[in-house]
């Protein structure tokens, strides 16, 4: 088993920056990639970000390329999320996930490990 628990969240005006973190603990050996998820109330889950935890590859949504930063300290098993110039369109619960194949990247159903979430809201 994984557990990954989320931090970082809270309340940001509008233009501003959060840095997420998400650190894993458990079996994180099996683990090949930590990708980044949101859901805003009312609609679906959204792929955000994933890196692949070994050899550092990265993938991110295009809406959100240029403002999102996916990172990872393997010493920490522990991966970031750095969000600039934040809008509330950006107002979600940001969700960790952990997944045990390398090509999963933006398949929510295809991790099998869940964090519990935190909560970002961007004022206007």
């Known amino acids: 088993q994984v557990q990954l628990v989320e931090s970082g969240g809270g309340l940001v005006q509008a233009g501003g920056s959060l840095r997420l973190s998400c650190a894993a603990s458990?079996?994180?050996?099996?683990?090949?990639?930590m990708g980044w998820f949101r859901q805003a109330p009312g609609k679906e889950r959204e792929f955000v970000a994933a890196?692949?935890?070994?050899?550092?590859?990265?993938y991110y949504a295009d809406s959100l390329k240029g403002r999102i930063t996916i990172s990872r300290d393997n010493a920490k098993n522990t991966v970031y999320l750095q969000m600039n110039s934040l809008r509330p369109e950006d107002t979600a619960v940001y969700y960790c996930?952990?997944?045990?194949?390398?090509?999963?990247?933006?398949?929510?159903?295809?991790?099998?490990?869940w964090g519990q979430g935190t909560q970002v809201t961007v004022s206007s």
């Open positions: 890196i692949n935890w070994s050899v550092g590859r990265i």
């Open positions: 458990g079996r994180t050996f099996s683990i090949w990639t």
């Open positions: 996930a952990a997944a045990q194949s390398s090509t999963v990247v933006g398949a929510g159903a295809l991790y099998e490990y």
